[in-house]
């Protein structure tokens, strides 16, 4: 980072946490709203594999990229990679067909129950030992697959229902625990962390040697779950189009990120991760909408790709830590997925635009996260 009148220097950033979701199976037209949007402020782009049908096999993951490029605009040329997903049935010769794979960045595992999976998900984390040694052993002649978890879990062992907001804590203290447990010379990150305790328990795993990160997403750095309810003119209402899983925590936990993203960003173990999850602004269909015709809703933010990093540059720069801004956006994810460094660089400045009220194509919505809101650092061509 490089920091001159002009504005901010960035070097080449960092996605690792991009849903393109399902439209190349069935043509909806998300993927081609959202990707070229993505593909100019990031040189490098992990495409999550929660897609339909789920991208399970290297196989998969190499096709669904090999797709993906199609829908990128001229002249744009970022690195794409998908993160095939960790399930029951993941064995280890899937683990090393993966390893071997250069489109394969890392493998993902939902805990079942609490996200947008199709039920492709972990149910019993100790059952999958071998599988995740797979993930690093010297079986092979091949790089390490690093493993990023969705760790919130719905129900606890007895069966019982865990409350919303205890959900992440709950998987940390017993699916984490685990996981280090049964794995221990593992590579793995939390994505899209809500919890204060996470962070400081992920401190303590680090202190006793164990490679843990957090990947912090920035709608996390904007929003707490008071946030969700709060109408026009300081009335009470519910922003649909802002629930997100994990859900928002407490203003506490919000400022503990924010101070996460800043020191664990310097210290190496916290990067970015956006978490832009497109759903389709389509009332009337029974499924497959943010807001169903019987009135579900369901979790995930279409956080467009500027906005996403210009939330993080405004935090950085008003806290006077810039020069820490190519560790959170690009060098601690690289370094934690075995990517390579950065070529390319970007100038960013401060220039305020408001971000738009819908995003359309052949008949297809999204309300952007922060819809009618302005956003303070942008891409300078």
């Not at 209402?237 to 629930?243: R, V, W």
Request: one cysteine or more; glycine letters at 8%; charged letters at 20%.
């Amino acid at each position: 980072m490089s920091q001159t009148l002009q504005g901010i220097w960035l070097d080449g950033s960092v996605d690792p946490h991009f849903h393109g979701r399902n439209s190349i199976a069935e043509g909806d037209g998300r993927l081609e709203i959202i990707l070229p949007l993505a593909a100019v402020e990031h040189e490098s782009i992990v495409l999550i594999g929660n897609t339909n049908p789920p991208l399970l096999t290297a196989t998969e993951a190499s096709q669904y990229i090999s797709e993906a490029y199609r829908h990128l605009p001229g002249g744009v040329f970022p690195r794409l990679y998908a993160a095939p997903l960790l399930t029951d049935r993941t064995t280890p010769t899937m683990i090393y067909e993966m390893r071997q794979c250069r489109r394969v960045a890392f493998i993902k595992g939902f805990l079942s129950g609490v996200s947008n999976d199709g039920g492709h998900n972990v149910s019993n984390v100790r059952a999958l030992q071998a599988t995740l040694i797979a993930c690093h052993d010297n079986a092979i002649d091949a790089p390490p697959l690093p493993v990023h978890w969705h760790m919130e879990r719905k129900f606890d062992a007895h069966g019982s229902v865990i409350e919303m907001r205890e959900r992440e804590w709950y998987a940390i203290e017993n699916d984490l625990a685990l996981v280090l447990e049964i794995d221990p010379e593992g590579s793995h990150t939390v994505k899209h962390v809500s919890d204060a305790r996470t962070i400081d328990r992920l401190r303590c795993y680090r202190e006793k040697g164990f490679t843990v990160y957090a990947e912090i997403a920035s709608h996390y750095l904007v929003r707490c779950h008071e946030d969700l309810y709060e109408g026009q003119g300081g009335g009470t209402a519910f922003n649909a189009h802002d629930l997100c899983w994990p859900i928002y925590k407490s203003r506490a936990s919000q400022l503990a990120l924010t101070r996460a993203a800043l020191t664990g960003a310097a210290e190496g173990w916290a990067f970015f991760g956006s978490d832009c999850a497109c759903h389709k602004n389509d009332p009337t269909r029974e499924s497959d909408s943010k807001i169903t015709q019987r009135g579900v809703v369901c979790g995930g933010t279409a956080i467009l790709p500027a906005v996403s990093k210009s939330i993080v540059i405004d935090l950085f720069v008003r806290n006077g830590e810039a020069l820490s801004l190519d560790a959170f956006l690009s060098g601690n994810a690289r370094r934690a997925m075995g990517l390579p460094p950065a070529d390319t660089n970007a100038l960013y400045v401060r220039e305020e635009r408001t971000i738009p009220e819908s995003l359309n194509r052949k008949g297809v919505h999204i309300r952007p996260f922060m819809a009618g809101e302005t956003y303070h650092w942008v891409r300078k061509e």
